[in-house]
């Protein structure tokens, strides 16, 4: 049964074995990657610096810097094994209005095609709702047709289909 957990040093070697999975340089949304780009993650004291980061970007008290917004980070787990991460940005900045919404969201290509992406964002929309978000901004490729289901099943309004930063972009809004 999967569950989300805070992010753990304990799943390292987990971690990097999902890590693997993907193409060189991908772009793993949600997932935190961004925060350190050129880290070394495979190194425990690195990973472990990195998973303090991801925790403390939900703490309000705590400044996260120029361009960047409070953001709870989560990672979807079964048992022991690292399946994919999931964030809630606390607000939007321009580039999250445009690009990439409040929740981004990856599962690691052997795990896809269970269900676990829509299952994730429904579970953090109850954490949306808690933070006193009325409604949230959820983005995708206009071509990740299952990404863009699973917004769809969570109750995603279509806005648009735009021409961003990172390419085209479906860009949905879910009222809580």
């Known amino acids: 049964m ?5 992010p753990t040093t304990r799943l390292h070697s ?3 074995a999902a890590r693997d ?10 997932g935190g990657m961004h ?3 050129d880290t070394d993650l495979a190194d425990p004291e690195a990973f472990s610096a990195w998973v303090e ?6 703490d309000e008290s ?4 120029e361009g960047r917004v409070h953001a709870t980070h989560w990672w979807i787990v079964e048992g022991d094994t690292y399946l994919g ?9 321009d580039f999250l209005l445009d690009v990439g919404g409040h929740i981004g969201y990856n599962v690691r290509p052997s795990a896809r095609r269970r269900g676990l992406a829509g299952w994730a964002l429904g579970t953090v929309l109850t954490e949306a709702r808690a933070l006193g978000l009325a409604r949230v901004l959820v983005t ?22 735009r021409t961003t930063a990172a390419g085209l972009k479906r860009r949905y809004w879910i009222s809580l």
């Open 2 to 6: 999967p569950e989300l957990i805070a």
């Open 140 to 161: 995708c490729n206009d071509d990740n047709i299952a990404s863009a289901r699973s917004i769809e099943r969570n109750g995603g309004v279509l806005e648009d289909t």
């Open 14 to 16: 987990s971690w990097l």
């Open 53 to 58: 980061l991801l925790r403390v970007q939900a």
């Open 85 to 93: 991460a999931i964030d809630l940005r606390h607000r939007l900045n």
């Open 21 to 30: 999975e993907w193409p060189a340089g991908a772009h793993q949304d949600g």
């Open 62 to 65: 705590v400044p996260v810097g």
């Open 35 to 37: 925060l350190v780009p």
